[in-house]
């Protein structure tokens, strides 16, 4: 890693290079990255930046097979798919949201079978705005970005031929699949504002063949109006990171994991040696420790780590809870932290078992011996049931393994609005 180049000193082609040398470790926790090649100038700074950290980055840079090459299909599903991922960055702008390949990414995350292969919790999506994006959705009229998309949609036509994915039938079967399951798991609030409520996937389907056929100048604004209003049924709207983040401690709190071989400082010289700590709420330096949770360092504290670092934990598991100290097993851990965050927000007790993510929560009694019967969902086989100051109860399946539970307490956090930081161990 010695002699790096500074980034900022780089061009695209270069930092294209050095990005190709850096493998994703798909057996650890890793990000996937979705961009509009168009952006890569700005995308790639920032994500080479991660990689030289030594995150656990996944990003396609070839772009070429597009439309043409089963393979990207299988890969990019793939690649989702895999429990492993443990979070999905967007990079919003005026290209991201005219890119089919984008729409075909993001319809993914959110299908079944994805959501199927992460036990049951849908992939996090972060977005990072590389830009404000209008809300006209037809191409600027200057000569350069109408040039960028005349050769664009040329290229479109060579790779694909006269049919919109006409020579790729699983791109194609991919993108019918996605529009079929946003249609259908889609809330009817949300279908009569976004004008759905009498559309499918067929009448999609159909309007992105006829655009295709009518030329950019309306193919390109009809895929920017399902990327828009896509992002706003999943209520990702107006949730943009800032460029500036510090996306380390966002990384460390999904279970990105950090390859310390490959990490080197800012000056793209010297490696780095170890993992620079983040301080908690609690006043301590966490150092990351793959091996340990909760045990006492030399100085006597209490040493945590982020949620799902670790893939499998056994036995008894020490943990802070609003700066309370528990230590319990799996379930026993799962229930307390349930009971003790719905305690805080009982306005989210009612309406929890349509929550996305939230299967493991029920108003149903599965303790109650009349209602364990053959076809009660198997995530109950271990529950609890709670009862609150309301005079509401609910109750919540623990029938997952380690990595699945720490993805419901993580996603009951989020639906809370509570910092990741409340829950450490």
Partial sequence: MEGLKE??????????????????????????ISYSHQDRSRVYPLVLQWMRQGYNIYIDLDFARHGSDNDWTRLMSRTLSNSNCRLTICFKSVHYMYSYAALLELLTMRSTRVTRRHFGVELSIDSLALESVPADNDIPADEGMQSLYAESFAQMKRVMGGEFAGKNAMERKLLYDGLSEWIDTMDDAVKSRLRYTRCSADDLMQDIDDTYAEGMTLFFPYIAELMKNWFDSQNLNGNDIPLTADMGIRFEQSGVVRQIGRAVSSDGKTPVEEVPTHETSSGGDKTPDEGKRGEETSEGKAETKPLRRQKSVTGDITYTLYGATYTDNQSGMMYRVFREVLKRHPEQIAGLPQQRGMNCASTINYELPENRRADMPSYFRTCEYMEFSSGEGMCIGTSYDWTGKCKKMERLLAICGEPSDVLVF
């Fill in 7 to 32: 980034i900022k000193d780089m061009t695209v082609e270069e930092m294209t290079a050095e990005l190709c040398t850096y493998e994703c470790q798909r057996d650890q926790g890793y990000a996937f």
